[in-house]
């Protein structure tokens, strides 16, 4: 005998962003849904003919997206469930499982992902002395504004579209080295970061290169101590959702965050 049982869609990524006059919004949401109730003829039979596709699921969940606000996750989830148990007569129960990343502000169009960041050092060297290298890891980083990526070179094989309006996000790691040793560590560790973030946020971006090479440069200006700086982000994209199938219109507001696969930049800047 069949017992109990249940199915659903996990995983669902979305990132909802609203314009305001003044800042934009941007929040960071994961969605899982599973559905309880009698599929005895899908398990024993092979009959489908109750089996709403899991790939249905995902498409409402971006769909509410784009036309309900997104203040809070608790009703968007009461929602779903409500619509879910609305329209499938032998569901039983619902589950919508929520989770949602809290973007620090960092001005009106740029935010940081506290938690997950490492702070790094590295000591080497010998009886003539010792090099010392600072550094930090999984800095998340996002802008919704002032980020485009044009004019690239097109090969038979390019599809990319032009954009003067995208999300830039990413996981940056940087490591600098110093030009001396006797230093106030941690109050030029924390000044870095801040003109690392400042440099990010602030950038006019016409591509990942073009913002990496305008941070490092900004740190190596303004941090004496500072010899160079490498700088590692990979470009976290943000697929735009295709909610044409449902009528919807998309103005660059519900997106699908992927981590696979991803643009990788790297660089080093060096004073001169």
């Avoid at 469930?81 to 989770?99: D, Q």
Wanted: aromatic share 8%; net charge neutral.
């Amino acid at each position: 005998m069949l017992g109990r049982n249940r199915y659903g869609k996990s995983g669902i990524r979305l990132v909802r962003l609203v314009r305001h006059a003044d800042r934009h919004d941007f929040k960071d949401v994961t969605v899982a849904v599973s559905f309880e109730g009698d599929f005895e003829a899908a398990h024993v039979l092979g009959d489908n003919a109750a089996v709403l596709p899991t790939d249905t699921m995902k498409n409402t969940v971006y769909a509410f997206a784009r036309k309900l606000p997104l203040e809070e996750i608790e009703p968007f989830g009461l929602a779903l469930a409500e619509h879910f148990l609305k329209e499938n007569a032998v569901v039983a129960r619902v589950t919508i499982e929520l989770s949602e990343r809290s973007w620090k502000r960092l001005s009106e169009h740029a935010f940081e992902l506290p938690g997950q960041e490492r702070r790094l050092a590295k000591v080497a060297g010998g009886r003539d002395g010792f090099s010392v290298t600072a550094g930090l890891a999984d800095l998340m980083i996002a802008k919704t504004s002032r980020s485009g990526f044009a004019g690239f070179k097109r090969d038979p094989f390019t599809t990319l579209r032009e954009t003067e309006d995208r999300i830039l996000a990413t996981a940056l790691s940087a490591e600098w080295s110093y030009r001396k040793q006797d230093l106030p560590w941690g109050l030029l560790r924390r000044g870095v970061r801040q003109t690392l973030l400042e440099g990010f946020a602030t950038h006019n971006s016409r591509s990942v290169q073009h913002t990496l090479y305008a941070m490092g440069e900004a740190v190596v200006e303004s941090h004496e101590a500072v010899n160079e700086i490498r700088l590692t982000m990979p470009n976290k994209h943000h697929l735009l959702a295709d909610l044409s199938p449902f009528g919807l219109e998309n103005s660059n507001e519900v997106f699908v965050p992927t981590e696979e696969p991803y643009g990788l930049i790297e660089a080093t800047i060096r004073r001169g």
